[in-house]
Every structure is written in C-alpha cells, then in structure tokens.
Nanobody, 123 residues
Framework: QVQLVESGGDSVQAGGSLTLACTAS????????MAWFRQAPGKGREGVAV????????FYADSVSGRFTISQDNAKTTVYLQMNSLKSEDTAMYYC????????????????WGQGTQVTVSS
C-alpha cells in the first residue's frame, strides 16, 4: 500500500512564495513520475507540473511556467513544488500524484493520490 502525504499549504499574500512537499510511504517502489495537480472551487482539476524520475524531465502548465519549480529528492520518494510570485488565481487545493498509469500526464491517470493541501493567495 502506498500513501502520499502533502504538506506546506498556507495562506499567503499575492507575490509571495510557498514550497509544497509530498512524501510517499509504504510500498514505494520507484515511481516513473510524480506530479502536482490543483483544483479551485467550481473548477476542474488542472495538471500543474510533473517530474519524470528516471530522466529528471519536467513539464509545467502554461499558467505556472516560470513561477513554479518541481523537484524530487535523491530517494525519489518526495516531490517538491516551489511556488514563487503567487497570484490569487493560484488559490486551490493542491494534490500530489505518483506513478503515471497511461496517457499524457495532464490527463491525471496516476495510480496514487494524496489527500491535498490548501493554498490560498490573497490580493
């Protein structure tokens, strides 16, 4: 059984920064990828960023490119999301996902999901 636990969510002013972390525990065989998604009230889930573990290749949503950075620890069980220049539209519940099952990472077909951590940005 795999568990993903997110942390780091908070309330910040626009222009501020936050770092989210997601740590996997349990049967943490090497994941092919780890990613962050978010969902704002009344909106659909959005892929924010993905980190492919074997290559270190990353992809970002256009809305966060240049402001957010995804990274992974050497053990490949923790993924981070450094968020800079936060905007009110970044307000959402942020979810960690691991081990992409199929398709494009943006489709959200991952085998494991965390419970989420809330990020609120006030202007």
């Amino acid at each position: 059984q795999v568990q993903l636990v997110e942390s780091g969510g908070d309330s910040v002013q626009a222009g501020g920064s936050l770092t989210l972390a997601c740590t996997a525990s349990g049967n943490t065989y090497p994941f092919n990828s780890m990613a962050w998604f978010r969902q704002a009230p009344g909106k659909g889930r959005e892929g924010v960023a993905v980190y492919y573990s074997a290559t270190g290749v990353t992809f970002y949503a256009d809305s966060v490119s240049g402001r957010f950075t995804i990274s992974q620890d050497n053990a490949k069980t923790t993924v981070y999301l450094q968020m800079n220049s936060l905007k009110s539209e970044d307000t959402a519940m942020y979810y960690c996902a691991a081990d992409k099952a199929r398709g494009s990472w943006r489709d959200g077909e991952f085998n494991y999901w965390g419970q989420g951590t809330q990020v609120t940005v006030s202007s």
